[in-house]
């Protein structure tokens, strides 16, 4: 896949994600150049709730401006205009703009595409040029700065830590501009389980979420034939809970099956997979190997006092 086309494709589906009422996080680390603010480490995060308390800060001195935005609510249009722009290495915070070095071309890279994640957020990082190493004085002298200024921070490894942003720019790496999408819909385990051959799910949804994008799929194991395997997205019944938010209810019985995988996505893009086992038909596949392949313990018994072999076991 090319770098364009990893591009589009996050946008595409972080179109599908998005809805109103999200938060924004953008964290971003620049430095003066004769050309200007550049851009060396930044963060966009947009997230499907309200921050538990607004830590925003700012701090520009002459030799370094660092910070972390956040905001709360956005609408749809806006979060995706935010999400064009810093694809294209640009974001705008407290009214400067910065923007990653272009020179080689900006290229792309997703998280999105490994296949047996858990749990996924979309995920772009734009890699910009890379700059030549600070002196030594330089970096000293960035670090007193940021020492001295409101709110303090101890330097270059206490600021990247609290942000959680690379700085290996600083020490000639390439520049770079993550961003991530926390999905609007998931299922809430804690209250979802799979008991005596029945499967209970609740979902949670972000209350201005198109639920016509949902996809819920389950497969059960051992199936029986092909019944097992179900899209069942249009049989969850959906409530506003006390805080506001959707919440999906579906049951449905899997008698034949001792696990079930439950695969939740928006639009084209995959956003949990999760085995449920039931605890009472579930299989004990260690014991069932040894049932079947040394059933007196022999080959067991051997490796455990042999010499040669016990310390392996």
């Excluded at 996924?120 to 940021?146: E, F, K, Y």
């Excluded at 998931?186 to 209250?191: S, V």
């Excluded at 022999?298 to 072999?309: F, H, N």
């Amino acid at each position: 896949m090319n770098t364009d086309q990893t591009k589009h494709n996050f946008l595409a589906a972080a179109e599908a994600w998005l809805c109103d009422d999200y938060g924004i996080d953008i964290r971003y680390l620049a430095l003066p150049s004769s050309k200007g603010l550049i851009l060396h480490s930044a963060l966009v995060g947009l997230i499907p709730s309200r921050p538990e308390q607004n830590v925003s800060f700012l701090v520009k001195t002459d030799r370094v401006v660092v910070g972390q935005l956040q905001k709360y609510p956005a609408t749809k249009e806006h979060l995706f205009q935010i999400l064009e722009l810093a694809a294209e290495g640009y974001i705008e915070v407290d009214g400067v703009k910065l923007n990653l070095p272009v020179d080689p071309p900006h290229e792309y890279y997703s998280e999105t595409g490994h296949r047996e994640r858990p749990l996924s957020d979309l995920h772009l990082s734009v890699t910009g040029g890379q700059r030549s190493a600070l002196s030594s004085d330089a970096v000293i002298a960035i670090d007193n700065a940021l020492r001295g200024a409101t709110p303090p921070f101890d330097g270059f490894p206490d600021l990247a830590s609290w942000l959680g942003l690379d700085s290996s720019s600083l020490e000639g790496g390439n520049c770079t501009l993550t961003l991530r999408v926390i999905a609007p819909t998931t299922i809430e385990l804690t209250r979802s389980s799979f008991v005596n051959g029945e499967l209970t799910l609740t979902l949670n949804a972000q209350p201005t979420f198109d639920l016509s994008q949902l996809r819920v799929a389950v497969r059960g194991a051992p199936g029986k034939g092909i019944s097992t395997r179900r899209q069942v997205a249009k049989e969850i019944t959906w409530e506003i809970d006390s805080d506001g938010k959707k919440r999906g209810h579906f049951r449905t019985a899997l008698e034949a099956s001792d696990s079930v995988l439950v695969m939740l996505m928006i639009g084209e893009s995959v956003v949990q997979r999760y085995w449920f086992a039931d605890p009472v038909k579930a299989r004990n596949r260690r014991l069932l190997a040894v049932r079947h392949f040394d059933s007196e313990l022999r080959k067991t018994r051997a490796a455990v006092l042999s010499p040669q072999s016990s310390e392996n076991f």
